[in-house]
């Protein structure tokens, strides 16, 4: 009887476990690839970062880039891998000259000699690649080597955590948030002391103590209270995405994105899913870029992010976001990065050089619109194509629109059209109160963001707008909310409800379709 009794818990429990682990044995497998083979990784076994893939050749007319095209991409990567200092006699080598071999960029990635000069007395980084290297240059937010070129080099980490904050002795302290093997994040404060909205982009780290530049050493600029902040909630965080395939984002029509979402209005209506465009406030034009879609182009996103981010005035965005005199140095001119007029090439900023006359952050967005989309997986394998199919089926696509096409003309031949797999209406949705950062940008509300391009989602380290995981289930479960009475349910509640009662190997499938993206 006991024996008996025995062998019936025994099968009970084992049973229970069987359940257990069949309802949870959906995973994320992690990064394509592994982070060995990427970013950091590659860096850390003395092998260069990968460039940033050329758009590839157009299958409607066979058009590739022209040499001049070639020419001003590869100078851009250049330019976008610079190592920023802050004054004209701080640079280890001519501006804009190579730092080592003809032509190439340092081998051991990120930079730890300077070839520019224009850091802000604020900045987020110091360089554009800092933040850009998973698992390309122009990619997403990665790790780095903290000591590029040391005989033992670190294991790579999150830059914002030794190596941007310390570089050249710069006394910065590290918020919480920034941590060892976590995202790199860019911080906007959500209400100012007074109680109005705030929204902008409070830069982490000052050039305070920086050793090579006597020009600021009574620099005394302290970094804002960001603990305090943290505690009382009125910090919103975001992540860098990659910046490859922008340029064919761009060159996609507003009539397409609109047709797009047009085609699909029946099926939305029966989930709850709206969406609508941001819109530039000048020619009403849709917005595309950011994680609220807030940038018009990727000319102005240049501008911006080499002022916001490395404190860079240029024609764009020519005011400084700190002016303090005894932080500014005495040879830094505004704006510091604009057309180059030198009327020899000594400086290498002669405006008879058709390479070097263009400023950094305009070579910078001429490297991004000749930047290929990333690419998927060409293997994908059994799961991860039932996943694609499920994850149309069950209304994923509604939203994160598998492909649009360029313009039918475009200056540039081989942009021109040409099917652009974005996985991305490149619209706004309210997401509910557990994604909404109460931030406000044009037309975006605190709780609505651009539906994210899904492309190269297999090979990106961290998910959601600030970064709160690295396991896509946990992602893809972060988009339901319910309705609170500051925020309206999420519009992908529907959808979200549908992949809870999948089975477990159909939630697997789409999990693996994405990391074959």
């Avoid at 902040?229 to 490859?244: D, E, K, S």
């Avoid at 910078?364 to 996943?387: C, H, I, L, W, Y």
């Avoid at 942009?415 to 994604?435: E, F």
């Amino acid at each position: 009887m006991k024996t008996t009794y025995r062998l019936a818990c025994l099968v009970l429990v084992c049973s229970w476990f069987a359940i257990s682990n069949g309802a949870n044995a959906q995973r994320d497998p992690g990064v394509r690839g592994g982070l060995q083979n990427t970013g950091g990784g590659l860096q850390q076994q003395g092998i260069p970062i990968p460039h940033p893939p050329l758009i590839s050749r157009n299958p409607t007319n066979g058009a590739t880039v022209n040499e001049n095209e070639l020419a001003s991409f590869e100078e851009g990567i250049i330019r976008a891998g610079q190592l920023e200092s802050t004054c004209d006699e701080c640079a280890d080598v001519t501006d804009g000259s190579p730092v080592t071999g003809m032509g190439e960029l340092d081998p051991m990635f990120p930079q730890s000699h300077t070839n520019s000069n224009g850091l802000g007395a604020r900045h987020n980084a110091d360089q554009c690649f800092v933040c850009h290297a998973q698992p390309t240059l122009g990619g997403s937010g990665g790790y780095i080597v903290p000591n590029p070129g040391s005989p033992k080099p670190q294991q790579a980490e999150n830059p914002q955590f030794r190596l941007v904050p310390n570089r050249f002795g710069k006394q910065n302290t590290v918020p919480s948030f920034e941590t060892q093997f976590g995202p790199s994040r860019e911080v906007r404060f959500k209400y100012k002391p007074d109680g109005t909205r705030d929204g902008g982009v409070h830069q982490l780290w000052t050039v305070r103590g920086i050793a090579n530049d006597p020009t600021i050493s009574n620099c005394a600029l302290t970094q804002p209270d960001f603990e305090t902040q943290y505690r009382a909630g009125n910090l919103a965080f975001r992540i860098p995405l990659q910046m490859t395939g922008l340029g064919l984002i761009e060159s996609i029509q507003d009539r397409e994105i609109l047709a797009r979402h047009d085609a699909t209005a029946s099926l939305r209506a029966t989930l709850g899913i709206e969406g609508h465009p941001n819109r530039s406030g000048n020619d009403s034009t849709i917005s595309r870029f950011g994680w609220k879609a807030q940038n018009k182009s990727i000319t102005i996103f240049a501008g911006e992010a080499y002022n916001v981010e490395v404190g860079i005035t240029n024609e764009v965005f020519p005011t400084a976001t700190e002016e303090d005199p005894g932080c500014q140095g005495q040879q830094k001119p505004e704006p510091n990065d604009v057309t180059r007029t030198d009327p020899d090439d000594t400086r290498n900023q002669a405006f008879d050089n058709p390479m070097h006359m263009l400023p950094d952050w305009m070579q910078f967005q001429v490297m991004m619109r000749f930047t290929d989309g990333p690419a998927p997986d060409p293997n994908p394998g059994e799961s991860a194509t039932k996943g694609k199919a499920v994850f149309a089926k069950i209304g994923c696509s509604l939203c994160h629109t598998q492909q649009m096409r360029t313009a039918p003309v475009m200056n540039s031949a081989v942009l021109q059209d040409r099917p652009v797999n974005l996985y991305s209406d490149l619209l706004l949705h309210h997401m509910g109160s557990n994604l909404a950062d109460d931030i406000v940008q044009g037309q975006a509300g605190p709780d609505e963001f651009r539906t994210t391009p899904l492309w190269g989602v297999g090979q990106r380290i961290f998910f959601i707008h600030d970064g709160r995981t690295a396991d896509l289930l946990q992602a893809i479960r972060a988009h339901a909310s319910p309705a609170t009475p500051q925020y309206p349910a999420s519009e992908a509640n529907g959808v979200i409800r549908t992949f809870n009662h999948l089975s477990p190997s159909d939630q697997q499938a789409i999990v693996d379709f994405l990391r074959s993206l």
